[in-house]
Structures are given as structure tokens and as C-alpha cells.
DNA sequence: CTCGAAAATGTTACCGGTAACATTTGGCAA
DNA sequence: TTGCCAAATGTTACCGGTAACATTTTCGAG
């Protein structure tokens, strides 16, 4: 009947401005800047838009200035006890500035990152956030010709160009190895991750190799064959402990891994650290109700969501830029020490 | 210089239109409906796309069509244990449609929920996802005032409008006695969530009262004043089992709870589920690590995610409406029978 | 009371697409 | 060859805001 093809009970600012006899610019303006439009106007509007219920459309808005007010942010997943923390700060910290967060998960397929990154462009988000330092050409293309504020997490190579806030994962390998070193330990073995394409685990093996040489020790790394986790901790364990010359210590590329290896070498009589130290790496939740619980590094998980956070609202103009701080893009990982090593 | 006041380096439909020499809505079909565009304007406008590496505005798309791409999703809380699974299987589901995730957590809060509904609103997404079926009264406004599909998570009450995906937490109470009393426990007692505004634990609550009552014992309900969920589930041991008539059996409302719990217990001295049986709720993922292993019931958080995406994309279109199958949107709970009860 | 600058408000055009309707082209029966 | 309908393509306007510039109002100094 109306003619109008859509708004169907959703006013605009037309609407509200007709109502509250001004203009759309000016309805605009009390949204925006609040404090140039007159105390009088200002009444009328607010009235006006609390009789027609009216929301302002982000996409319209977003669209005609040039500024949305969403981030987009691809993570290799949301499930799973690593990044779920980094999400959450990192949502909560933006949203506390009316910025809104679009999600997408790469399962570590730079392909599937790849095509998140492609369409969140098509968003022109205020910024971008993605996790690693590892992508496709394209991507890196794609990200070399935007516009936006670009954020790389997990990682910190300060040789690459985008802003990158999260740790050394090489510095993780190194770190387990000097601990278990201080400790006495000597076969010092590392468990790769069976996930293919997290690219930023084999850097911690190579931290791990790196440190061993520097030490005189030689590398032992095990690349589990079976995908489930568990199962790779297990036959991890049956092969570096069932020999003649058995693992002193085994670093696991996370936790998950140590803890099915740990199970495993319990349910065929072992003891842990008794009979081998274990390292885990991640601080999962279940890691200090193991028994023995675990010793491992926790990753800054909420600290890389906060500070990334802060450094696109910065970049955006929302909070002041700081005195010149350097480095505090670099986060530092927590070694945990508990019972199993 | 150039005189445009955006779009640096970003081509437009336009562009694209002038460059393969066609019009602008010739190359809008291209992308939405390709077989109505001519083989010989789809490879000249291919070209061109690829050329001038266009990508298409969605929220401009988006404004003209009344349809945007993206779904809003409200959720308690992306870290921790819960909800993880139903966020990243939703949005798996929806992204293979090309649909994008916009979410925001509400940490249990109907406040915050409404804040969030109103800023998503705002995006006019083609479906919003909330969870449970406690909302502010203005939330409910808002959503009964929005045209667009709207679906509540982890809770079902079909007596109410809109579409509902998720289990009976009363029923999960009723479960848990069930099982127990089965066992021959006479004494269960039931730890609440420490956690306000998870008014869903709370019905998880009534539903073991019923069922208690159903069976004529006595009901009898701990309320944790601690915040933490391991001191919370340390105290209710304490209270539960310290005393002339101990709990024979303790439900508590979820797996933290009741590892927490365990562990205090087992500080203590006490055997489980010698001296108590322990049951918990959630499956999380340390539940099948710890000693004894916990038994608990798993909510159907995956299948929430997958079930939900997949009532939005028939609503949307986008898949066939299946044969009028009734009542899948009430999904099972699995009770998991492991050591500790 | 007049004038000028600052503050408040309005006008116009446009952001980048697409719906609705208009027009042209192509293919085939008569 | 003509005529007609369907397929292919184009024109125009508009989605709901806001930038840029234009105009009016306010108000204190002279």
C-alpha cells in the first residue's frame, strides 16, 4: 500500500527529522556530535526518536562516511582453548567503543583465510585483524592494498610490515629446553603438533632445535602420524620411551598432546616426572587438574586481544596514541612450572 | 587531487561497468545471477574484475537490497567451555553460504544483551541469534518489532514465539536424578552455579527439585557464595560432606564445579565416588582426564550451532525447507557414564 | 544600534550498489 | 521477410546516511 519498499517499522533519519522539524543533517549530528546541535533541537530529536523507535542503520551510515564501525578478525578457530581468549578481549575491548566484531575461522588454511579476508573487505572495515604471520600471496596482496589498519597476532617478527602484536614462538621452544636443561635433563625430546598449517608451532620446534645445538644437546623431534591429539600423545610416548635409551624429557607442542601422552604412559605403569618430565605448552584449563599437573608456558592469549585492541583504537583515533612505547607489541609467554616437570 | 573523496584504489562496480563496456546493473547481475548475463559480457566483465581487482561493497550491496550477508549472534561468552562449539559450528555453517558472523557477548548479562541487539539491529543482518529465552523486556521489544529471522539458542520452550533451538535444562536435572536414584542414591544434593544470570542453570536446578520431589526425597540445593567455580565447588564439598549425614551423591551445575570440587574433596582425604558421587554438566574437555573421570551430561552445543544456522538459512532461502519435520530443534542431551558417579 | 565572527542549521550531492521498469536484441514460426 | 515473444541489457531512482559547502542565527565589541 505504502509504496515504500522497505522500512517496514523502521524509521530513518528523514523520518525523525520531519517529526522533530529539522533537518536529516542535523538529526545526523546529534548522533554524532552531540554538543553542536542547540539544548532546544536536541529535545525535539530525542523525542522524536524515542516515538519512532528509530535505530541508525550502520550500513548506511558506514557506507556515506567512509568509517564503519566493524572489525574483522580471522582466527584459525573459535572452539578449541587457545584463541577463544584472545576473541573475547579482543571483542571486549572494542566493543566498549561501539566497534563490532566480524568473525570468521581459517582452521590454519591460509585458502580459507584467504577467502574470510575477501569478503571481509567487501565490509571496508575499520581494520583488520588476523593471526600469524603465515598467508597466501593473495592475502598478503589484498592486505598490502587496503586501507585500514591491519594487525597481525601470535606472532612477532618486527621485520614484516603490518603491525603484529603476540610473542616469539621461537623463544617458547627455547625457553622449555633451558628450564628442562637447568633441571638436569639431558634427552631432551620435542612432540610436533599434528595439526598441519599451524606454521607458528614448527617455529617453537625450531626454537627448540636452535637451543639443544646451543647447548650440545642433540634434537629429537617425533612427528606423531595420528591427527586426534590424544592418540598422537600416546604414540608419541610408546615410541620415545619404550627403548633402550628413553627420553629424559618431552617437550609437547601443547598441552592436549601432553596430556594424551601423559594418560597413555600412565595406563602402561609409567610415572610422571619419575620416569620422564613432561612440557606442555598452552595452559589449557584441565592442565593444573592433571595429576601430576602440568608444567607448561601460557601464551598471552588476553593480553594479544587487549593490546591488539587498543592498537586498532589508536590507529583509529578512538584513544589517545601513547607516549612513544616500544615493544610492548612484544608480549611475553609465562612458564609455569608445576608438578610434571 | 583526484577529487573522489574515497575509494583510493578501490574499484566500483562502475569502474568495472565502464572498463568491460556495459552497464553498472549488468555488472551487478554478473555477480548475483551469472546466467542471465551473455558469455561473451561475462569474460569481458571477468576481465575487467580482474583488472581492476574489484571487490564488491557488501554494505552498500547490502543497503540497496534489503538483504545483507550477515548474521548477529549474542552469546554469554566466547572463552570458556560452552559456547565455543555452537559459535564456531554456526558459523562454519553460515560462511558456506557466504554468510558472515557478527557477535558480541553478553557474560549472562540482559543489560549488555540489550546493548548489543540494539548496535546489531543497527546492521540490519539478515538473521539475529540470541541465546536463551531471557531477555530484557526491551530486547523482546526489539525483537518483536524486527522482520528479520530470529532465533534463540540452548534453551527450549516452544511455548514461545520465536524459533528456538536447544534442550530442556529441566529435563537435564531430571536426568541427573534419574540416573542417580537408578544407582541407588538417596541423599543428592545440587550445587548451583555461582555464576548470576544464567537463569538456565536455574532451571536445571527446578528440574532436579521436581524430579526429587517425583521420587519423594528431599531436595537440597547449596548455594555457592564464591565466585570462582573451584572455591565455589571446595565449599559446597565442605558443606555437603562434612557434616553428620553427608551427600551420598552431589550434582553440580557444571564440570568446573565439580572438578573444583573433586580436587578438594581428594585434598581432603575423601575417595570418589567411594564417599560420594559426583556428577557433573557440560563435558568439558578435562572431564575425561581427571581421576576418577568425571560423569556428566553433554549438552548439544555443536549441533545447537549446526541446527540453528541451518533453520536461518531455510528461513533466508537459501536451503529447501525440508518435509515438515517437527521438533528437530529439541536436541538431545547425552548423559555420559564415566568413574565418578 | 551596527557589524563581524562564531555557532547553529540547512542544501545538495553522493557513497556503491540494486529494484523496478524500459528498451533493445535474438531466434524462430508463419 | 515479417511478427512476436523471450532473453539480454540499459535507465532511472533510491536505499539511509553523511561530507562539503551554504546560509542563517546568535551575540559581544565597538
Redesign the interface.
Known amino acids: 500500500m505504502s509504496g515504500k519498499?522497505?522500512g517496514?517499522?523502521?524509521a530513518t533519519v528523514h523520518d525523525v527529522a520531519k517529526l522533530a522539524g529539522v533537518s536529516s543533517i542535523t538529526v545526523s549530528r546529534y548522533f554524532k556530535q552531540p554538543d553542536i546541535v542547540s539544548p532546544v533541537l536536541r529535545e525535539r530529536i530525542s523525542e522524536a526518536v524515542r516515538v519512532l523507535?528509530y535505530?541508525?542503520?550502520?550500513?548506511?551510515g558506514?557506507?556515506a562516511s567512509?568509517r564503519?564501525r566493524?572489525v574483522a578478525m580471522v582466527i584459525p578457530?573459535?572452539?578449541?582453548?587457545i584463541f577463544?581468549?584472545t576473541?573475547?578481549s579482543f571483542?571486549?575491548e572494542l566493543?566498549r567503543y561501539?566497534y563490532?566484531?566480524?568473525?570468521?575461522?581459517s582452521y590454519f588454511s591460509i585458502e580459507q583465510e584467504e577467502r574470510?579476508v575477501?569478503?571481509?573487505?567487501?565490509?571496508?572495515p575499520a581494520a583488520l585483524v588476523l593471526t600469524s604471520q603465515y598467508h597466501s600471496e593473495e592475502t598478503e596482496r589484498l592486505v598490502a592494498?587496503a586501507?585500514m589498519p591491519i594487525v597481525e597476532t601470535w606472532d612477532y617478527e618486527p621485520a614484516r610490515k603490518p603491525l603484529q602484536v603476540g610473542f616469539s614462538h621461537g623463544e617458547v621452544g627455547r625457553q622449555a629446553v633451558e628450564y628442562l636443561h637447568g633441571k638436569g635433563y639431558q634427552r631432551i625430546a620435542f612432540v610436533q603438533n599434528s595439526m598441519v598449517g599451524d606454521l607458528s608451532a614448527l617455529d617453537r620446534r625450531d626454537g627448540y632445535i636452535a637451543a639443544m645445538a646451543s647447548y650440545g644437546l642433540n634434537p629429537w623431534v617425533f612427528v606423531p602420524t595420528q591427527a586426534d591429539p590424544f592418540e598422537a600423545g600416546k604414540q608419541a610416548v610408546n615410541s620415545l620411551l619404550l627403548r633402550k635409551e628413553p627420553a629424559e624429557a618431552i617437550i609437547f607442542a601443547n598441552d592436549n598432546l601432553a596430556?594424551g601422552g601423559m594418560?597413555a604412559g600412565q595406563r602402561a605403569g609409567m610415572q610422571f616426572p619419575r620416569d620422564c618430565a613432561i612440557f606442555g605448552f598452552g595452559n589449557?584449563?584441565?592442565s593444573e587438574?592433571?595429576?601430576p599437573s602440568l608444567t607448561t608456558i601460557r601464551p598471552p592469549a588476553k593480553e594479544i586481544g587487549e593490546v591488539a585492541a587498543m592498537r586498532i583504537l589508536q590507529a583509529l583515533g578512538e584513544i589517545p596514541t601513547d607516549e612513544p612505547v616500544q615493544h610492548l607489541n612484544l608480549l611475553e609467554c609465562e612458564l609455569i612450572v608445576r608438578e610434571s616437570a
Open positions: 519498499r522497505k517496514l517499522g523502521r523507535d535505530l541508525p542503520n550502520h550500513a548506511a558506514g557506507l567512509t564503519g566493524i578457530n573459535i572452539s578449541g582453548p577463544a581468549n576473541i573475547q571483542s571486549d566493543s561501539g563490532q566484531l566480524l568473525l570468521a575461522s574470510a575477501r569478503a571481509f573487505l567487501g565490509w571496508s592494498k586501507t596430556a594418560l589449557y584449563a584441565f587438574m592433571l595429576l
